[in-house]
């Protein structure tokens, strides 16, 4: 993804041979493929939230103009060779202090349920059935409780069923 989001620009040659850049992202690797040296002139669409705290190229801070809602700068490349521009954003988010642990038993449960759900269930004929009845007869819109007190119901029912038949089976043998 980091090698696609750097080459996410627009290059334009201009009538003296230097090109016209439009980058997309934070991030971006220009490459001069020629056997001349190039002069790029980049801009790059910006709503400035976050600011801008420095643009770097090659890891270094460089100059660069601030237009509406464009950032522009100017630089030459050498032949052959390649500059990395990173647009560095004046924020306080600190990711280190984000817990990414998934240790919410909760969660944990609800991951599980949906990996058998999609995982297991959905690869036999009995689990699609289910499935289809259960989005076709709206049961979904019940809830998870009501349809639980539903599945309940419908367990005793069943039991019930095969207790009444166990019955009358052996009452029709004696």
Not at 140 to 154: A, C, D, E, W
Request: hydrophobic residues 35%; positive net charge.
């Amino acid at each position: 993804m980091g090698y696609i989001s750097r080459h996410l620009y627009l290059l334009k040659e201009r009538d003296d041979r230097n090109y016209d850049v439009r980058s997309f992202c934070r991030s971006i690797e220009l490459e001069n493929k020629q056997k001349r040296d190039v002069t790029c002139f980049v801009r790059k669409e910006e709503s400035f939230s976050p600011p801008i705290k420095q643009l770097n190229v090659n890891g270094e801070p460089y100059p660069y103009k601030r237009s509406d809602s464009n950032l522009s700068h100017t630089m030459d490349i050498p032949a052959g060779k390649s500059q990395l521009i990173d647009i560095e954003y004046a924020n306080d988010l600190d990711l280190t202090s984000i817990d990414i642990s998934k240790n919410d038993a909760r969660i944990n449960r609800l991951r599980k349920l949906s990996d058998f759900r999609d995982i297991i269930l959905s690869k036999n004929a009995f689990g699609r059935a289910f499935f289809n009845a259960y989005y076709e007869m709206g049961v979904y819109k019940l809830g998870l409780k009501r349809l639980g007190i539903l599945l309940f119901i419908f367990d005793i029912l069943v039991l019930s069923g095969v207790w009444y038949l166990r019955i009358w089976y052996r009452k029709r043998r004696l």
